[in-house]
């Protein structure tokens, strides 16, 4: 058990890491889709909140066409997913308990706390949300923007760092930049970025698999030779009839028994301790992760069950 755990641990201390690691390209956005294609959702949701004042003056805000900014995103979504996603007709009303009634690609809607509400209250319907905030007229010129995604669509919760959050940010930036230096957004930005994952080491696990499954097998095994040694004294007496013996001289059955039980229940524990110390010694897990007083009684009560066994 010693030599495989340290061959295991030989074979960790210098993990290959994998090499030629591929760049894999940003993704486009996906249409949304529910659980089944037909059920309503919004694939974007985007609001214009007003400029953010300091005092009770009104500013007059920069002019910036956002609804252009939306219309050249999907335009270059277009390249990447193979169909556009179209700008609906805009959710007008501020009732946000009325769910969508079909599948629906970029749509307006009043404010940005109308998409938390309605997040809120549908949930897994709307897959992005973005809120763009005006600026002033007299400030330089600048887009601020707020991404909303759903982070229930990836296993691990919020995946902050993830392709098509990241693919998402890249499409906007391009809208942005390509409708600021060109209003008519004839010449198209295209920011070309990939992704790469970090290096992984390799381990090899066939050796932590083995010494795991025998493991249990070498304790069993030291455990076993105290209860082939119990099993050959029961199977001696009763080839020399000694207990009948005694019986005869005036001693008590419960006296003999009771005599084997304490001298095997103190092997036992002897038996115990030096393997929980053994495990300590040579750093096994099973034993060094465990509390000490735990793993002896169980090493204990798993030899003096068989016993108990026998002797009844």
Known sequence: MFLLQQADYASQDRPNATENLTMQPLPGIQRCQGATAANPCVTIMYAINPISTTNDQPQPAATIDYTKIMDTFATI??????????????????????????????????????????????????????????????????????????????????????????GFVRGMDEAIITVLNDPTATVKANLDISIKDWPAATFNDKLPRVYMKLGPAFFFCSEMIIFINVLSQIVTEKELKLRHGMQVMGLMPSVYWLSHFLSTSILVIVNALSMVGWGFVFNFPAITRANIGVSILTFVLFVLKPHISLWT
Do not use: C
Not at 83 to 91: A, G, M, S, V
Not at 146 to 152: E, G, K, R, S
């Open 77 to 166: 979504n277009q390249h990447r997913v193979g169909y556009l996603l179209k700008l609906e007709t805009d959710f007008t009303t501020s009732n946000y308990t009325i769910p969508a009634n079909r599948v629906y690609d970029i749509v307006q809607v009043p404010s940005s706390q109308f998409i938390y509400n309605y997040t809120l209250q549908h949930e897994n319907m709307t897959a992005w949300g973005i809120t763009f905030t005006q600026i002033p007229a007299n400030g330089p010129i600048n887009v601020q923007y707020q991404v909303w995604f759903n982070d229930l669509h990836t296993a691990s919760g919020s995946d902050i760092y993830g392709p098509e959050v990241v």
